[in-house]
């Protein structure tokens, strides 16, 4: 992989002031570059802002991995919050956080990186849903600002300003950073690490050192398929030993030090408790290894590209790919290497979706802004320079900023309207958007206030999808009618649609709709509207004519990702904080 050190190469890193000799005249015009360059970021961290923000007063969470994410972040916040008992025992908290608002994924699905950072949002600003998206756009706009460092290391200032507005504006990232999901701190924290790591093999001493190993392994941290990151930069390094321009003993302090922590995250994920039999099924969708090479398989994320970036992103980047190749200037590896390596990784999974490939979105905008920038060094006209990127810029976040947004409603008016029947108590809900629901009691009722159970833990049990360790609990209204009454529900909540079709929801609402047993309270429709998508639902509250005495101490509550259940005592979830 071509070195950011050699000398021919220096003359293409605008950032890179330093010279052989004094030369007064070459460091008042390295200054005056390095003044544009950050004058350009800065605007583009504007409106990456802008960009990336729209709607984010609209609704509630919006996609259902997004509740988990939120609840992660709210379990950091309260853990820390606590005090030094709950630090000494984080995993019992963690147990009875759980039994109170049944939705986690830290851990045994997710790891622990962006809910850390998510949790101090939520002790600085409140937790919302609109907290959770806000650090998702702090991210995107780090991204910016690190997608423009990086540029101006490889091409042209006017190709790195259009190389990081197509990062902000493609229909791809803008979509998924208006959501509160893994993929933007992630991206964010991968362009950094490139970053760190460049400047350590530059000038390499035990600081930097540090500082690429800290955010190298961080990478994985936040989400676990950013494992391709380390190959790259752990071939990088080898090189930069190879040349001799790090020293051997940091290369493999630096391995120990990466290795160690990811084998630990990996062993935890995949192997304690089952898990890696859920994972497994997901990733091959139990499909022969022979289906896993098809035509279909591999092209589906190049079939992608023109509705993730758009036609005009793909050409482009096209173009700067093979001007890369030709040109072999440095740093031009780092780019390949990541695409490469990280497409490989994608069609091998079996289990398709145009968001998990996200990471790959950075060499496409890199390119792209290469090919732009080989264009405008032909041209000798400065003004018209000038105007082409301004009018790529403005092209690219205006194309961003008119990305539909999916919206979802908020739960928390349900919540606050029923806030009286739920606090101190335990309630049932069944629902398509549950997570949406526990995440907005907690909201509005405070750290474990009352016990919520889902109606997809007592009547039937799937790890996220009907597809994965789905288990019916119940085969007619009488099994419905003993389940509930064991736990003497006071209030019942059910969402009116039933999205997966699943026969034990239509048994429920049969049950506390239809017959003489319930009683309906109240019909509350939840509703968002961002002016180009309006999204509807409506839940209806119940309560028993006759109220039944709870029957039992202990529920066992399924995790089938886990391949196991967890115990938990409701005579000890009763005593509440508040």
């Known amino acids: 992989m071509p070195s950011p050190m050699k000398e021919s190469a220096r003359s293409n890193n605008p950032l890179d002031t330093r010279a052989d000799a004094p030369d007064h005249g070459r460091i008042s015009i390295d200054r005056i570059s ?22 984010i007063t609209v609704g509630g969470l919006r996609y259902s991995d997004a509740c988990t994410h939120a609840m992660d972040g709210v379990l950091i916040h309260d853990w820390v919050a606590a005090g030094p008992d709950a630090w000494a025992s984080p995993m019992a908290f963690a147990t009875r956080q759980y039994a109170h608002y049944p939705l986690l994924g830290i851990g045994r699905v997710y790891p622990p990186g962006f809910a850390v950072v998510e949790s101090a949002f939520f002790a600085l600003f409140g937790i919302s849903a609109i907290t959770a998206r806000a650090c998702v756009v702090v991210f995107g706009v780090l991204a910016v600002i690190g997608c423009h460092r990086l540029a101006v290391r490889m091409m042209t200032p006017v190709g790195a300003a259009v190389a990081t507005a197509v990062l ?43 500082q690429t190993v800290a955010i190298v392994t961080a990478d994985v941290f936040f989400k676990q398929t950013a494992i391709f990151i380390v190959p790259i930069v752990g071939v990088w390094m080898f090189w930069a030993v190879w040349k001799k321009r790090i020293p051997w003993m940091q290369f493999a302090a630096g391995v120990i030090c990466i290795a160690a922590p990811l084998a630990a995250l990996f062993a935890n ?3 304690a408790d089952g898990s890696a039999t859920h994972t497994a099924r997901v990733l091959s969708l139990d499909k022969p290894l022979g289906e896993w090479l098809n035509l279909w398989s591999l092209s589906y994320y190049i079939r992608a590209l023109p509705e993730q970036a758009g036609w005009i992103v793909v050409v482009l980047a096209g173009a700067g790919m093979l001007l890369s190749l030709w040109r072999l200037r440095s740093g031009w590896g780092i780019p390949l290497a990541w695409f490469g390596i ?77 806030s009286e029947r739920m606090r101190q108590k335990i309630v049932l809900f069944e629902g398509h958007r549950d997570g949406d629901f526990i995440f907005a009691a907690r909201e509005v009722l405070g750290p474990r206030a009352c016990v919520i159970i889902r109606g997809s833990k007592i009547l039937y049990s799937c790890a996220s999808d009907k597809r994965f360790d789905f288990t019916s609990y119940v085969a007619d209204t009488d099994d419905v009618r003993t389940a509930l009454d064991r736990f003497g529900f006071e209030t019942v909540f059910v969402e009116d649609r039933n999205v997966m079709k699943l026969r034990e929801t239509e048994l429920l609402q049969s049950l506390v709709g239809d017959s003489a047993e319930y009683q309906r309270l109240d019909t509350v429709s939840l509703s968002a509207d961002n002016g180009r998508r309006h999204r509807a639902r409506a839940v209806s509250v119940y309560e028993p004519v006759r109220r039944h005495t709870r029957r039992i101490q202990f529920v066992d509550i399924p995790i089938p990702i886990a391949s196991r259940t967890l115990r938990i005592d409701l005579d000890a979830m009763m005593q509440f904080d508040g």
């Open 34 to 55: 390095i003044a544009r360059n950050s004058f350009a970021c800065l605007l583009l961290a504007i409106v990456a802002t802008i960009v990336f923000s729209r709607d």
């Open 168 to 210: 902000l504006g493609m229909p791809g990232i803008v979509y998924w950073t208006r959501q509160t999901m893994l993929e933007m701190p992630t991206l964010c924290v991968l362009i950094w690490s490139v970053l760190v790591a460049w400047r350590y093999i530059e000038r390499p001493n035990w600081w930097r050192w540090g």
């Open 269 to 271: 994920t995949l192997l």
């Open 342 to 418: 990280f497409f490989v990784m994608s069609v091998l999974i079996q289990h398709k979706e145009t968001r998990y490939f996200f990471f790959g979105m950075l060499p496409v905008a890199l390119w792209a802004g290469y090919a732009v920038s080989w264009i405008t060094e032909r041209i000798r006209l400065k003004q018209v320079v000038v105007v082409l990127s301004v009018m790529g810029v403005a092209y690219f976040a205006t194309t961003g900023y008119g990305v539909r947004t999916r919206v979802e409603p908020s739960y928390t008016p349900l919540v606050t309207m029923h």
